[in-house]
T-cell receptor
Framework: GAVVSQHPSRVICKSGTSVKIECRSL??????MFWYRQFPKQSLMLMAT?????????EQGVEKDKFLINHASLTLSTLTVTSAHPEDSSFYIC??????????FGPGTRLTVL | GQNIDQPTEMTATEGAIVQINCTYQ??????LFWYQQHAGEAPTFLSY????GLEEKGRFSSFLSRSKGYSYLLLKELQMKDSASYLC?????????????FGTGTLLAVQP
């Protein structure tokens, strides 16, 4: 089946620094990828839709200048959390959509901001 | 707006059957998915319904009624390893692309 990877799996950073998370589709091309955030004991919240070669579409309430998304190729999307603060600590999950419309999820990245 | 509701928690006994309900009010419905998620892991796909009716897949079945905005996931012959969160997600048509919106999630505890 289709595989999506994320890197890093865990990251701890100091408040005020920026963190980049990579999402890769390993065996298929994905013109569209999605970024979700999940706080403890809550469900996945869609943050943005990442489109290859164009600007990302952000959900209401998500700051596009804080969560920078780049989808430079058909197999890679990156999410950069800029000037991270403790309230940004969360589980970030990406998913990639294949040509048939199915979404495959990455294993997630646990971000802790001290 | 999009609204997808599930019970927060459920408890069931090993070997029994449990039904997890999901109600939704969304615009541009284009299919409903059920996922299983263990703590700290990504969701794994369980089932997909786009037409009304029941889809059976081994111990798991999922039902959809589009007119009622209602779905359920049925788990049979429960096992301890079925203890997890179960997420209902609706695929909606949003602008130029479809996107998957998740419900609140149901934490299922299977007891001996």
């Amino acid at each position: 089946g289709a595989v999506v990877s994320q890197h890093p799996s865990r990251v701890i950073c100091k408040s005020g620094t920026s963190v980049k998370i990579e999402c890769r589709s390993l065996d298929f091309q994905a013109t569209t990828m999605f970024w979700y955030r999940q706080f403890p004991k809550q469900s996945l919240m869609l943050m943005a839709t990442s489109n290859e070669g164009s600007k990302a579409t952000y959900e209401q309430g998500v700051e596009k200048d804080k969560f920078l998304i780049n989808h430079a190729s058909l197999t890679l999307s990156t999410l950069t959390v800029t000037s991270a603060h403790p309230e940004d600590s969360s589980f970030y999950i990406c998913s990639a959509r294949d040509g048939n419309g199915w979404q495959y999820f990455g294993p997630g990245t646990r971000l802790t901001v001290l | 707006g999009q609204n997808i509701d599930q019970p927060t928690e459920m408890t069931a006994t090993e070997g029994a059957i449990v039904q997890i309900n999901c109600t939704y009010q969304t615009s541009g419905f284009n299919g409903l998915f059920w996922y299983q998620q263990h703590a700290g892991e990504a969701p794994t796909f369980l089932s997909y319904n786009v037409l009304d009716g029941l889809e059976e897949k081994g111990r798991f079945s999922s039902f959809l009624s589009r007119s009622k905005g209602y779905s359920y996931l049925l788990l049979k012959e429960l096992q301890m390893k079925d203890s997890a969160s179960y997420l209902c997600a609706v695929r909606v048509i949003g602008g130029a692309t479809n996107k998957l919106i998740f419900g609140t999630g149901t934490l299922l505890a299977v007891q001996p």
